[in-house]
Every structure is written in structure tokens, then in C-alpha cells.
């Protein structure tokens, strides 16, 4: 038994020989735990602080077809206050407006059908079309929900109009045949009217619709023989509007508007499609800066600075060489991981193959240089990997991987326009998704960041080979 508790007592003290090592070995690099304690913490602080939980007002272009008799309606409705779009223009070119969406000048088309009256009259519903290049599921189901809110504004006010226009017509009539009775002088013919103004059933609604048909027939005789006299098939009309009006679908008078939301030629993209190409560049960058952060910390504490010191090796030669190496091997991981996301997992790549392999040749540049930074500057290996995986933890916040930019107070968005990742998200989501070429300052952003920290890699990589 007490051969038993020896083992265990030492044991314990080789276990507790490497818990007390360890724990001081950590404490030695009080760099290193504020990192590890005040790294994550500032993020998110930064984050909870910067989120906003608004929506942006979406830049639209209407079009309505020529001749159209709602060209002067959707100008004022355009205008007024409770619009919830911005609309750049109103215009009757289709195809005009449907570059200006490709070409991201405007976030949403919205068209409205030929003949309106024409299609309510045949008991359909006019269809508002919303044309969006959105892939983000959340954003748009956004413009679904703007779409919807547009549609139930405009019956909103085609109806206040209509009863509008209803309590005016009835105003009027009822003057008139209150003339009438007065002229004529018969009780008999007083009843007679006073029942036909009364007797029309269905609100304001049917009375504008009916003496609206009405008044297409002519005008109704006065007593003495001054008003025009109504012609004869005045009736039979009045009688046809009034069938017609009882046959149609309630549903299309109360909604005489319906709107659909169609995505511009992205072909069948499900709401997973969209998350690939952030993954993609958040991997690439994450093991760029990974390799490349642990690079010249390892040369430096293997003593191969001294080699290359005694060496004929410019400290430029040296950098280069590192350089290509790597994007060699993260060329090969990139080639290999888009092969897995198309022939497997079935994402598209719609746009120019050249065009997205410049896009991963300047992110894995970027990274690089990153990556160098974090190595020239770190003592320990360990230092790099935490200072890794900080850098990965802010561009999961920030680079705009699960929510939008807009949504983050401005600050935190030079944060987000500090990491690759967030240029890289954004380009290969508009190549491999959406198939058009990203914006040029992306490119130039992207290919100026990595020319600077090539530069500054490079002057640090000197002065390290220069101390020994």
C-alpha cells in the first residue's frame, strides 16, 4: 500500500513539474496573455459597440412603358415622403435600366405591366416586378419585404384615390339631382331620384365606379329642357358597367397590385452558395498569414539569418524567394479547394476564370505580406499563431462573412477595410456568383496593400539581417 501512494506522490510531482514550467514559461510573456485575454475581448467590444440594426434605403430605377397612363401617378407617388426607395429615374427603357442593375448603379428595378386598366378590367391582377442581383439570403429577403410594403402602398393609394374621386363625383351628381327635383317640381319625380342616388349599393367604392359609366353616356336632362339629353343606350351601358362591376374577382378591386421579386440571370443559387467564396477567402488568407507568420520567426531562431548574413543574399533576394514559394503552395491549396466547391459541392463560377485567379493572387499577395509583418515583429512561434488567430477572429466580425457592412458604425468599417478578406469576399462573390468583373479600385486597393508590405517586409528583413 505505501509502494502504492509513492507512485502516486511522484507522479504528481513530474505532472506538477510541468504545470508550474508551463504556467510560468506563459506568464514570462505578458505580451502574449493580453493577447490571448484583451485580443478577443476589444473585438467584440468593438463589434457589440459599432452594430446597427438599421436597413439601407435601396437605390432604384422605375420603369414604366411609354404612353403609359401612370407616367404622371408613379412620378408624384415617386416623390412623396412615405416612398421607401430612392429612385434615381424614372424611364421607359428596360433594357437600359437592367444594365444599370448589373452594373450596380442601382440596388433594384421595379417595372410596372402595359395596360393597367386594361388588365384590372379583365379581372387580373396588375404585377409589379422587382428585378435585384442580391445573393445574400438576409438582404434579400429585404427587398422582398420593401417589394411588399411598395405594392401595399400603391393599392393604399390607388383606393384613397378612387374614394377619393368617388365623394367628388357623388358631390356633384347629387347637386344635380337635387336640380332636377327642384325643376320639375314632382314629388313623384323626387322620390324617383332620391331613390336612384340612395339606392346604389356598395359604398363609395361602386358609387365612383358606376357614375363614372354614367357619365361616359351623357349628361342627365334637367326638367326644363336646358341639360343635354342622355342618349338612349345610356342605360344599357350604365347596366353593362354595372354587370361588369358585380362579376369581378373582389380580391383584384381591394388589391388591383400584386408584386414578384426575380434575381437577375444567377441562375438556380441556393442560400448556401452564398457563404462559399467568404469561406474560400477567409481560408486563404488565414493560412497565408498563418505559414508566412511563422516564417521568418523560425528562420530566426534556427540561426538561418546568420547563414544568409554570411551568405551573398540580399535581404530583397531573400524576401522574393519566400514569396514565390508560398504562393506556389497556397496556389495549389486555392486550385484544389475551388475544384472541391464547384465539382462538388456544385457552386458556380460564372465569371472569367482569369478574372478569379487574379482575385486569389492578390489576396494571397495581401496575406503574405501580413503574415511577413506578424514574423518580423513576434519573438516566439507561439506569438504568430495567437496573433494569427486574433487577426481570423476580427475578419470573421468584420469582413463582412455573416452580416453586411452597412450595418457597422463607420470606424469599425476602416477595421473592415483593413483585412484582405473583406476585398476578397466581395470579388469572388461578384465572379463566381453573380459573373460580372468586380469594381477596378478593388483591384487597385488590393494590389497597392501588397506593394506596401512587400516594401515594409522588405526594410525589416535588412535591418534583422543587418543586428545578426
Excluded: C
Excluded at 514570462?28 to 438599421?54: A, E, K, N, Q, T
Excluded at 494569427?388 to 475578419?395: D, N
Amino acid at each position: 500500500m505505501r509502494e502504492f501512494f509513492r507512485r502516486i506522490g511522484s507522479a504528481f510531482v513530474r505532472v506538477s513539474a510541468f504545470l508550474t514550467k508551463d504556467i510560468s514559461t506563459a506568464l514570462s510573456y505578458p505580451g502574449l496573455i493580453g493577447v490571448l485575454v484583451l485580443g478577443p475581448f476589444l473585438i467584440l467590444l468593438v463589434f457589440g459597440v459599432s452594430y446597427r440594426d438599421v436597413y439601407r434605403t435601396l437605390r432604384a430605377m422605375i420603369v414604366v412603358p411609354p404612353n403609359s397612363e401612370l407616367q404622371d401617378t408613379v412620378r408624384a407617388f415617386a416623390e412623396s415622403p412615405e416612398f421607401v426607395i430612392d429612385v434615381v429615374e424614372i424611364t421607359p427603357n428596360e433594357a437600359g435600366a437592367m444594365t444599370a442593375l448589373r452594373n450596380k448603379v442601382v440596388d433594384v428595378v421595379l417595372m410596372f405591366p402595359e395596360d393597367v386598366a386594361g388588365t384590372i378590367e379583365s379581372n387580373r391582377h396588375a404585377m409589379l416586378t422587382f428585378y435585384h442581383q442580391e445573393i445574400d439570403p438576409f438582404e434579400a429577403t429585404y427587398v422582398e419585404i420593401v417589394a411588399r410594403q411598395i405594392a401595399d402602398e400603391t393599392n393604399e393609394q390607388l383606393l384613397l384615390a378612387a374614394v377619393q374621386e368617388s365623394q367628388d363625383v357623388a358631390r356633384s351628381s347629387r347637386e344635380e339631382i337635387q336640380g332636377i327635383a327642384n325643376d320639375a317640381g314632382s314629388e313623384s319625380e323626387t322620390s324617383t331620384a332620391t331613390a336612384q342616388a340612395e339606392g346604389i349599393p356598395g359604398g363609395p367604392g361602386m358609387l365612383w365606379l358606376l357614375l363614372a359609366a354614367s357619365e361616359e353616356t351623357g349628361e342627365v336632362s334637367n326638367g326644363d329642357g336646358s341639360g343635354t339629353e342622355t342618349p338612349a343606350d345610356g342605360p344599357a351601358e350604365f347596366d353593362e358597367q354595372l354587370t361588369r362591376f358585380i362579376e369581378m374577382n373582389p380580391s383584384v378591386i381591394v388589391e388591383p397590385f400584386r408584386h414578384e421579386t426575380q434575381t437577375m440571370d444567377l441562375g438556380n443559387l441556393q442560400p448556401a452558395h452564398f457563404y462559399v467564396p467568404a469561406v474560400l477567402a477567409l481560408l486563404v488568407q488565414h493560412i497565408a498569414v498563418s505559414l508566412a507568420g511563422l516564417s521568418l520567426i523560425r528562420e530566426r531562431l534556427a540561426g538561418s539569418t546568420e547563414l544568409m548574413r554570411a551568405a551573398p543574399l540580399r535581404p530583397v533576394e531573400a524576401l522574393i524567394g519566400k514569396y514565390l514559394s508560398f504562393l506556389v503552395m497556397l496556389g495549389l491549396v486555392a486550385a484544389v479547394l475551388t475544384a472541391l466547391v464547384v465539382f462538388i459541392l456544385k457552386v458556380p463560377l460564372s465569371g472569367s476564370l482569369g478574372t478569379f485567379a487574379l482575385i486569389l493572387f492578390l489576396l494571397i499577395v495581401v496575406s503574405l505580406g501580413i503574415g511577413f509583418l506578424i514574423s518580423g515583429f513576434v519573438q516566439t512561434e507561439s506569438q504568430a499563431i495567437q496573433l494569427s488567430m486574433v487577426l481570423l477572429l476580427a475578419t470573421i466580425f468584420f469582413s463582412g462573412l455573416f452580416i453586411s457592412l452597412y450595418r457597422l458604425w463607420w470606424p469599425a468599417q476602416v477595421i473592415s477595410w483593413a483585412m484582405p478578406a473583406t476585398y476578397g469576399i466581395r470579388m469572388l462573390q461578384d465572379t463566381m456568383l453573380r459573373g460580372i468583373r468586380p469594381e477596378g479600385w478593388l483591384f487597385w486597393v488590393l494590389g497597392g496593400a501588397g506593394v506596401a508590405l512587400f516594401i515594409i517586409n522588405w526594410l525589416r528583413l535588412r535591418r534583422l539581417m543587418a543586428k545578426g
